[in-house]
């Protein structure tokens, strides 16, 4: 990509001040706690953790806090062909909740949206041949993914057998 984001390797912070909150029209500003949690998962020399859960009281972000850290992930740590996947219990939800937002905020951002092709539940960053898809949770659709990030949304929704053997 033209734009230079292994400098963000060093403060994801920095990377969400350089995308635009669709709803403001301005830069994106992070709670302490989730300063915190990027500066704790991620390190300039990599990545600590293979899984992480941010939790957060109802109506406080956590749907665009996991479409930052989506294309956080994606964008500066995936390298080519990078793979994020948003899931949610079907496939309205997942197109409906945090593949929206990263998709927003894509569209709100001009040195990301000349970069990317939106489509209805894909979002394709042309430069690095990488992506964001939604998804239902259903394993068998998952089958041969090779994900740099999947982020569950909703996960005590997850009702059926077959999106329990997905997450």
């Known amino acids: 990509m033209k734009t230079d984001l292994g400098r963000f390797r060093a403060d994801p912070s920095a990377f969400a001040r350089a995308l635009v909150n669709p709803e403001t029209g301005r830069a994106f500003e992070l709670l302490p706690a989730q300063e915190a949690f990027l500066r704790e998962l991620f390190r300039p020399e990599g990545v600590r953790y293979s899984e992480a859960v941010f939790s957060a009281p109802k109506k406080s972000g956590k749907t665009t806090f996991a479409a930052l850290a989506t294309l956080y992930v994606v964008l500066v740590w995936g390298g080519r062909y990078a793979e994020g996947y948003c899931y949610a219990n079907d496939e309205e939800q ?16 001009p040195w990301l949206a000349r970069q990317a092709r939106i489509l209805n539940d894909r979002i394709e960053f042309e430069p690095t041949g990488s992506v964001i898809q939604a998804m239902a949770s259903e394993y068998a659709g998952a089958a041969g993914a090779n994900p740099t990030i999947t982020v569950f949304d909703e996960l005590w929704a997850y009702s059926s057998e077959r999106a329990r053997r997905l997450g």
Do not use: D, Q
């Not at 997942?94 to 951002?109: H, L």
């Open 94 to 109: 997942a197109r409906g909740r945090v593949f929206e937002a990263a998709r927003k905020i894509v569209g709100a951002t």
